[in-house]
């Protein structure tokens, strides 16, 4: 599932939409101890999400749960990146490694923090950082209507095509980001931890957080 959640920049009310953030807008990868608010916001942006129907929230919540953001921040903790605004977790960009690709699952900018360049300077970031070699691309899906779009296309993904009647019965857009894979081989995915890794996730998320 490679979806991206975000109201059209243009809702956002903010007279600085579209142009670059100030110098207290950054992005940074999570730490163990951002986990818990992680997931506490992810659910509430499938809940609220506009875009998609219950059938479909029902699954992702299952499917994004803490065991899973927990292997991600295990594989490498910039899979969850957060949007930064006065020195407090303003959003994030949740990600994953697939067999050589970067599947980008959510973008998703906190409602009381909200404004266009959070997002611009989270996906320029996000796409600076995972040029690194090691991927040929990065791909996400998102729905038609949602104005996200137009910052896709502004870091160059390109809209490979309409997938109709697709999940959960609703259709989706398959946007990709061409890479420079420079280094050899693949990864093998998020799977690829084995039993001991997702036992050790399992643990890890329902553990209290050591600050």
Known sequence: MNIVSEKNPSDSGSKNAGNPPNK??????????????????????????PFYNDEFKKFEKQNMNPGFLHTLFNIDPYHLMLFISDEEVAGFMITSPQFGSIWLHWTYVFPEKRRASLTVSGFRNM????????????????????????????????????????????????YERKLNKTVPGYDTGVGS???????????????????
């Open 127 to 174: 796409v600076e950082h995972w040029d690194n070699g090691r991927f040929h691309k990065i791909s996400t899906y998102t729905r038609p209507g949602n104005g996200v779009s137009a910052i896709l296309k502004r870091y160059k993904f390109q809209l490979t095509c309409t997938l109709e009647n697709h999940l959960f019965g609703e259709d989706y857009l398959l």
């Open 24 to 49: 207290k807008s950054v992005t940074r990868a999570a730490t163990r101890a951002d986990l818990p608010l992680v997931h506490e916001r992810l659910m509430e942006a499938i809940e609220t999400s």
């Open 193 to 211: 931890m084995g039993l001991r890794g997702r036992i050790r996730n399992l643990f890890a998320s329902i553990l209290p957080v050591r600050h």
